[in-house]
Structure formats: structure tokens, C-alpha cells
């Protein structure tokens, strides 16, 4: 028999390109689940704290092919942890974080793989390079070349209707091939990480190379994220 998580993994499959990268959310969801996740072909997995993450992490260490992606905003004091146990930050919400990563990922074996991520819509609420900040600060990101910084991620404000939505996206996209014509080192910019469960149809629309979801695989989460 197909559990309910196995179902869910292979409806979304069914609806998205196979170059589309799907990362299961997995805050607040338990080690089983995760398992069945895995046993349903999933390999990017995703936390939004370290102190959840961890212990979680290594309950799942039987299972070495998975990749770790952090999606939450990263204190300065987790950094390193965060560097240890994630082979993604989407996270790098300003110039600050990018600089102390860029500094501590001096001993590791492989330039971390990171994506900026950006306020595409302002929203005082949320983590985020606002895009002038964004503009203003790259060429201080291009010396930070101990990361491998992968492209754009971002998080919609609630509310937005769906052409809202799309046209968000889309600004995403125009944003991030604006910096990729600048040719600028270490900068790759071929990631777009933009679509969860409510929105990932209209962000692969938009050219979302990576899909975050978590309810719709998992389930409504009990209490806040
Ligand atoms: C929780 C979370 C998601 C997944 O959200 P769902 O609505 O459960 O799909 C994606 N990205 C980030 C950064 C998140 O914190």
C-alpha cells in the first residue's frame, strides 16, 4: 500500500517539469514522515532552525544520500552549524550573513552553495535583501568567493492574488537576469528558489528552477512556523 505522503510526492511530480528541483519542508514534521518522503525518491530536504534540524539529522544519518538545504533566517551565532550541516543556505538575507559565511567556509573542503535571498516585494515583516540593497551590495557579495552563490530565493507576502503572485515571480526572474548580465564572478545565477505549497504552480510559471513545499506534502502544521 501507497502511504498518503507517497501519493501527495507523486501527484506533484506529476504537475512539475523534471528539471525543477522539489525540497520537502520538513519543520515540525517527524522522522517517519521524512522516511516515507525518502522511500517516495526525495532527496532535498529542508529545515528552517538549526536547533530542530540537528537532532533530526542524525536520526536520519542510515539514509547518507540526502541533501540538506537550510531555508530559515540563520543568527550569526548558528552560522557555522548551519555551514556543517547544510549543503544549501537559501537563506543569505544580507550582506552581513554573507560575509561571516564567507569567512568561516575558509575551512571547509567545498564552497558552500548559497542563494540571496531577496524581498521582491517590500515587507517589513520579513528577512531579506530589498532589491536596491541587493543592487547596491554586489559588488561586496562578488568578494565573497569562498560561497558559491547560486541565484535568488524569496517569500511572498501573504494575500497577493494569483496575478499578484505571478507577476512577483516574474520581477524574480527579470531581477536575477539583470545581475546574471553582469557577468560577475562566483555569482552564477542559475537558481531561482521561489514556489511553496500555495504558489509553486505560478513560480515554475515564472522559471523557478527549485520548489520548497511542506504542507502539501506533509500536512497543515500544528501552531506557528
Ligand atoms: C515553511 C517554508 C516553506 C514551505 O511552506 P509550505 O507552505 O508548507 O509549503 C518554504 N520555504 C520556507 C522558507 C519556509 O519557511
Same mark, same amino acid.
Given at each position: 500500500?501507497?502511504?498518503?505522503?507517497?501519493?501527495?510526492?507523486?501527484?506533484?511530480?506529476?504537475?512539475?517539469?523534471?528539471?525543477?528541483?522539489?525540497?520537502?519542508?520538513?519543520?515540525?514534521?517527524?522522522?517517519?514522515?521524512?522516511?516515507?518522503?525518502?522511500?517516495?525518491?526525495?532527496?532535498?530536504?529542508?529545515?528552517?532552525?538549526?536547533?530542530?534540524?540537528?537532532?533530526?539529522?542524525?536520526?536520519?544519518?542510515?539514509?547518507?544520500?540526502?541533501?540538506?538545504?537550510?531555508?530559515?533566517?540563520? /543568527?550569526? +551565532?548558528?552560522?557555522?552549524?548551519?555551514? =556543517?550541516?547544510?549543503?544549501?543556505?537559501? !537563506?543569505? @538575507?544580507? *550582506?552581513?550573513?554573507?560575509?561571516?559565511?564567507?569567512?568561516?567556509?575558509?575551512?571547509?573542503?567545498?564552497?558552500?552553495?548559497?542563494?540571496?535571498?531577496?524581498?521582491?516585494?517590500?515587507?517589513?515583516?520579513?528577512?531579506?535583501?530589498?532589491?536596491?540593497?541587493?543592487?547596491?551590495?554586489?559588488?561586496?557579495?562578488?568578494?565573497?568567493?569562498?560561497?558559491?552563490?547560486?541565484?535568488?530565493?524569496?517569500?511572498?507576502?501573504?494575500?497577493?492574488?494569483?496575478?499578484?503572485?505571478?507577476?512577483?515571480?516574474?520581477?524574480?526572474?527579470?531581477?536575477?537576469?539583470?545581475?546574471? /548580465?553582469? +557577468?560577475?564572478?562566483?555569482?552564477?545565477? =542559475?537558481?531561482?528558489?521561489?514556489?511553496? !505549497?500555495? @504558489?509553486? *504552480?505560478?513560480?515554475?510559471?515564472?522559471?523557478?528552477?527549485?520548489?520548497?513545499?511542506?504542507?502539501?506534502?506533509?500536512?497543515?502544521?500544528?501552531?506557528?512556523?
Amino acid at each position: 500500500m501507497t502511504g498518503l505522503i507517497a501519493q501527495r510526492i507523486n501527484q506533484i511530480r506529476q504537475q512539475i517539469p523534471s528539471r525543477v528541483r522539489l525540497i520537502a519542508v520538513t519543520k515540525q514534521v517527524s522522522v517517519e514522515a521524512i522516511r516515507e518522503a525518502y522511500e517516495a525518491g526525495i532527496r532535498d530536504f529542508a529545515e528552517n532552525r538549526i536547533q530542530e534540524a540537528l537532532p533530526k539529522q542524525k536520526q536520519l544519518e542510515d539514509l547518507p544520500d540526502i541533501c540538506w538545504h537550510f531555508i530559515g533566517h540563520l /543568527q550569526a +551565532n548558528k552560522a557555522q552549524k548551519a555551514l =556543517e550541516h547544510f549543503e544549501w543556505i537559501h !537563506s543569505v @538575507d544580507s *550582506l552581513k550573513l554573507a560575509r561571516r559565511l564567507d569567512r568561516l567556509a575558509d575551512s571547509l573542503p567545498s564552497k558552500p552553495k548559497v542563494c540571496l535571498q531577496v524581498k521582491i516585494l517590500s515587507d517589513p515583516k520579513k528577512y531579506g535583501f530589498s532589491v536596491s540593497e541587493l543592487l547596491a551590495a554586489l559588488s561586496e557579495l562578488e568578494r565573497c568567493d569562498r560561497l558559491n552563490i547560486r541565484g535568488l530565493m524569496t517569500i511572498l507576502p501573504l494575500g497577493l492574488s494569483r496575478s499578484e503572485t505571478l507577476a512577483a515571480f516574474q520581477a524574480t526572474r527579470s531581477l536575477a537576469e539583470k545581475i546574471k /548580465q553582469q +557577468n560577475l564572478s562566483n555569482l552564477v545565477f =542559475e537558481e531561482l528558489s521561489m514556489g511553496m !505549497s500555495a @504558489d509553486y *504552480l505560478l513560480a515554475i510559471e515564472a522559471g523557478a528552477t527549485i520548489i520548497r513545499l511542506g504542507r502539501i506534502i506533509f500536512g497543515e502544521r500544528q501552531g506557528k512556523i
